[in-house]
């Protein structure tokens, strides 16, 4: 039997959840699509839904100790800009860029420790 996908999400479980849409808000710019106050939200970005939710607290252990699990990557087209913008929120890069075969990157993290790759093609 197969199956076709129709449509992805990826989401980060937050305790935190209006400190961290509220950062989101500030980085991406834009007011999430769908907003259900204290329990869920979610951003329309190129190529990607992106959700944010707070756990029901039935379910809450099983998102201990996963902070920091997930990368965004995102490709921008002025990676200085990026970097000011995140400097402006207070999560300024921790390293300078890198330079890969395909741009430049830097690797900085939300307010929650999850890592965003921001990336820059040449």
């Given amino acids: 039997m197969t199956f076709k996908i129709q449509g992805s999400l990826a989401t980060i479980a937050t305790l935190e959840l209006n400190n961290l849409v509220e950062f989101y808000i500030l980085f991406l710019r834009q007011e999430p699509r769908i907003w259900v106050a204290d329990v869920y939200a979610e951003f329309e970005i190129p190529g990607l839904r992106f ?20 990368s965004l990557c995102l490709e921008v087209e002025n990676l200085e800009a990026a970097i000011a913008s995140l400097t402006e929120l207070g999560q300024a890069p921790e390293e300078a860029s890198v330079t890969t075969d395909y741009g430049i990157e830097i ?16």
Wanted: hydrophobic share 30%; charged share 25%.
């Fill in 107 to 122: 690797y900085a993290y939300d307010p929650e420790g999850n890592r965003l790759i921001l990336y820059q093609k040449y």
């Fill in 51 to 70: 959700g944010l939710f707070k756990p029901r607290s039935s379910d809450q252990p099983a998102f201990e100790g996963n902070r920091g699990a997930m």
